[in-house]
């Protein structure tokens, strides 16, 4: 007796070779959910991130002093003081409220509009067939941005504390250093953008 069910599609078996601009791509926010959700690698690093600066400052606590230099001048001196407390609440609402904003703006692209989505060749991305797929990329390179922001804050509060604890200069070469290893970072994520988001040669 010949089976009546038909064959699979290639693209489950094998090689998709349905033209790059005809798929249709999986859009988590749209019928049936998948039974997991799999946390992207930024934001993960981005927790880990979180739980070690944490820990660095519930083990130098009680070595930091009261009075504690909150801004640097050109040179690396000190030229401002806060408290203890508030300088810890100010230097992580900072860091961590900037950081959580790209972080959490990731997974919240696919409820806005198109039209407040800038995007290289917005049209031909935004179009329902690729919209989906486009969102995937763009919340992906954005949890990356997130997570180099979160990295360069947290090494800045760490130059910070340890100015504090040594009562001395900020040490500006690795401030500049770590400043231009940010700087990299983004200009490489811009580019990667770019190349994803060209339009493919017809």
Do not use: K
Not at 12 to 29: E, F, M, N, S
Not at 110 to 124: F, K, V
Not at 153 to 164: G, I, K
């Amino acid at each position: 007796m010949t089976s009546s069910r038909s064959a699979p599609p290639a693209g489950i078996l094998g090689v998709d070779r349905t033209p790059h601009d005809q798929r249709v791509c999986y859009d988590p926010g749209v019928g049936a959910q998948p039974s997991a959700r799999r946390v992207s690698v930024p934001h993960a690093l981005a927790f880990c991130l979180a739980l070690l600066l944490a820990a660095r400052l519930s083990s130098i606590w009680p070595q930091l002093p009261e009075r504690m230099a909150s801004h640097f001048g050109p040179s690396g001196r000190p030229d401002a003081w806060m408290p203890r407390a508030s300088f810890i609440v100010t230097l992580l609402g900072a860091g961590v409220g900037t950081s959580a904003l790209l972080l959490l703006m990731s997974p919240l692209l696919r409820r806005l509009p198109p039209s407040m989505i800038n995007l290289p060749h917005r049209e031909y991305w935004l179009a329902e067939e690729r919209r989906a797929e486009s969102m995937r990329r763009l919340s992906q390179n954005l949890a990356w941005l997130g997570f180099c922001t979160a990295a360069f804050m947290a090494f800045v509060a760490e130059l910070t504390l340890e100015a504090n604890l040594a009562h001395s200069a900020l040490d500006n070469r690795l401030f500049i250093a770590g400043l231009l290893a940010y700087a990299l970072a983004i200009f490489v994520l811009m580019i990667a953008l770019f190349r994803a988001f060209r339009v493919p040669d017809a």
